[in-house]
């Protein structure tokens, strides 16, 4: 397991999702640190689902290390803060440069309309 304050910009977490008492993928976009909260993880969810049609698919070659194993879709549009170890249950994979900076563009301009 990786442990909290080592997780980087691009990392993707198993992590606690706000709108479900699931977790799931969670593609970290932003590692501020702050002096009264300590590290904050900004993240942005991923799924299997296709009926989103802003997401951004990820392929296989769109990671650095081992690809999720299915079909994944990155939405966006978004965005949930991890605060804690508590809220991360275990790191699963990273994406490539290039794929990353598209999804940090397009979550942007979703922040910027």
Aim: cysteine-free; glycine content about 8%; hydrophobic content about 40%.
């Amino acid at each position: 397991m990786t442990e909290f304050d080592a997780l980087e910009r691009g990392d993707v977490v198993w992590g606690t999702d706000p709108l479900s008492d699931k977790g799931r993928p969670m593609l970290v976009l932003g590692t501020p640190r702050f002096s009264s909260h300590g590290l904050q993880l900004i993240t942005v969810p991923i799924s299997t689902k296709t009926y989103h049609e802003e997401s951004l698919v990820l392929r296989d070659d769109d990671y650095a290390g081992d690809p999720l194993g299915k079909r994944s879709h990155v939405l966006a549009w978004s965005f949930a803060t991890l605060n804690s170890a508590a809220e991360v249950a275990f790191y699963m994979t990273s994406l490539v440069d290039d794929r990353l900076e598209d999804v940090a563009t397009r979550s942007i301009g979703y922040v910027s309309r």
